[in-house]
């Protein structure tokens, strides 16, 4: 039977091992680097690193890419990270849509689709899903079997004792206790689940407001109220994979939530998610079709309009306090579609609001993830993933 030789410490194969991924990461920080750029980065010796970059050329995981100009001296050849060394793909699932990206393995996205998922029966749901990642491939021109890993954000969290979907009643045809294998033998690539929240969070920490903090909450409020929570830089998931379903947690003001298995609520979402916050702006004159519109509207309306967005930032500060009194993050950060529309404004009244109830004083910033955050945070996690397994494989 043959053997896997396993690297010693301090063996060549190990270093080599370690300076290939240095300098594979740190072409995908800077961009087209030369051997000389290489070498200075890395500390290595200008021979060594002519060998690293000829090992990982004849890898197929960087390519040549022009010649500096402009200096002194010759012109110097560029290397990149091969974009073709492998494709990921990142799915934003909601009760209404599936939205799908593709990139290559430099993070560059290269196909995006929207696709409804009104008239899926609960059935046809995995199917679906499968026609909406191959439809995205197509569309970034690559063949079927070019992906890497494909992570799905969902509102609701896979139990690790049991495989099925948590917390997700509002989405059906999603409950199967084989639900990733069948993903997986559907698309055809490597499939995990992480909740929709947490992947806001993971986008927050690689390209948004909570770039270099380890230890963070962020909320989301929109038509739920879910939570993401940060600790030493990692996520925070919990036993069953429930941490950070603070719609389901009790409040004061609202109704003390029973049965909340079979309402799939909680005082919380009663007192801040979407339905709540139309009837809150209706009774401060502010009727809109949307949460999201009534809170936008408030901005633009003097009086009444302040008095509902602190009567709201009151509310979401009284949830976060509760979040803040437990886990004593550096930063919070708030996303979604009612902070995103309360702006500036809300942010600093919930500043304020939750400086009145809690003894830490977390620094509160707003989003500033572009796009669908879920989206980012999904395809950020498929390319951790098959960098690890791609460039760990020459």
Known sequence: MATTRIPLPGTPSLLRAINDRAAL?????NGPLSRTQIGTLTGLSKPTAS?????LEAAGLVVAVGTTAGGPGPNAQLYQVNPAAGYVAGLD????????AVADITGTTLAEQR?????????ATVTKVAEAVAG?????????GALREVVLGIGGALDPATGRLRYA??????????LVAELEDAIGAPVSIENDVNLAAVAEQAQGAAQGCEDFVLLWAGEG?????VIAG?????????AGEVGYMPLPGAPVPRGVRRKNSGGFQELAGSPAVLALARQYGLGARTAERAVAKALRTPGAGEEFLAVLAGRLALGLASIVSVVDPELLVLAGELPGAGGERLRQLIQGALQELVMPRPEVRSSTVPGFPVLQGALQRALVTARDAVFSTH
């Open 25 to 29: 990461e740190l072409l995908l920080a």
């Open 93 to 100: 699932v909601t009760s209404t849509e599936v939205r799908v």
């Open 51 to 55: 060998q690293l970059l000829a090992r």
């Open 169 to 178: 009643a509002h989405l059906p045809g999603w409950h199967s206790p084989r």
């Open 234 to 242: 990692r996520l925070h998931r919990g036993f069953t994979g429930g």
């Open 115 to 123: 696709v409804p998922t009104k008239g899926w029966s609960a059935a």
């Open 136 to 144: 995205t491939v197509r569309r970034a021109g690559l063949a079927q």
């Open 225 to 229: 109220i879910g939570a993401a929570i």
